[in-house]
């Protein structure tokens, strides 16, 4: 079974709107991790944003919030007011079991991608 | 903010030919990845090294891959005897081993084997 599902191929949005990226993911471990990364065409791995298993609070960081949903076991990723250098691949990755007697080593495990196309 | 660095960002290589290829990992990680992204799909995850040695590696990550911290700073990926299917970039990441720390991931190699 996949981990981390990432049920959109691509997505558009106007210029100045926000949009949601779904990501959903599996797990048995009670601790875990859940990070955005953005790849633009350059090919980098861009950090975005971290929600921790345990945190009450969706995690914010500037334009970039995480809808964290534990109990259907999504972590969304909302982008408000689009700009055109959003556009870009942007993943979802988990990082499990790390620290708390798992075995993981603290490996993020990646969906399949979303491309966002930001449009004037 | 500290970087991993890798070298080349490009390689072109003949199938059969073995490659290395290079990372500098930020200083005072100890946790060591490398991953590797096929054109347009998803980031896959190759092998993760620890206290000098490998502590975790995927289905892909066969006797044709091998890793390696020479020293106290460069850590290598080896693929021998390259094919085809192996043209992808390539990353290395590191980090702290803390649950919550992101992944610093170098720029990446972009391997082409013809």
């Known amino acids: 079974a996949q981990k981390i599902t990432q049920t959109q191929p691509g997505m558009f949005v106007q210029e100045k709107e926000a949009v949601t990226l779904d990501c959903t993911y599996d797990t048995s471990d009670q601790s875990y991790g859940l990070f955005w990364y953005k790849q633009p065409s350059s090919g980098e791995m861009i950090f975005l944003i971290y929600q921790g298993s345990y945190d009450e609070q969706n995690a914010t960081e500037g334009r970039y919030s995480l809808n964290f949903q534990k109990a259907r076991k999504s972590a969304n990723l909302v982008i408000s007011a689009s700009q055109l250098g959003d556009s870009a691949m942007y993943f979802c990755a988990m990082r499990e079991g790390f620290g708390a007697g798992g075995t993981s080593y603290g490996k993020l495990t990646f969906g399949q991608g979303t491309i966002l196309t930001v449009h004037p | 903010e500290p970087e991993v660095t890798q070298t080349p960002s490009h390689q072109v290589t003949q199938m059969g030919q073995e490659v290395i290829l290079r990372c500098v990992p930020i200083s005072n990680h100890l946790y060591f990845y490398w991953y590797r992204q096929i054109l347009g799909q998803k980031v896959e995850f190759l092998v993760s090294?620890?206290?000098?040695?490998?502590?975790?590696k995927s289905e892909i990550f066969d006797d044709q891959f091998s890793v390696e911290r020479p020293d106290g700073s460069n850590f290598t990926l080896k693929i021998r005897s390259t094919k085809l299917e192996d043209s992808a970039m390539y990353f290395c990441?590191?980090?702290?081993?803390?649950?919550?720390?992101?992944?610093?991931f170098g720029s990446g190699t972009q391997l082409s084997v013809l």
């Open positions: 090294f620890y206290n000098n040695e490998i502590s975790e």
């Open positions: 990441a590191s980090g702290s081993g803390s649950l919550n720390e992101k992944l610093f």
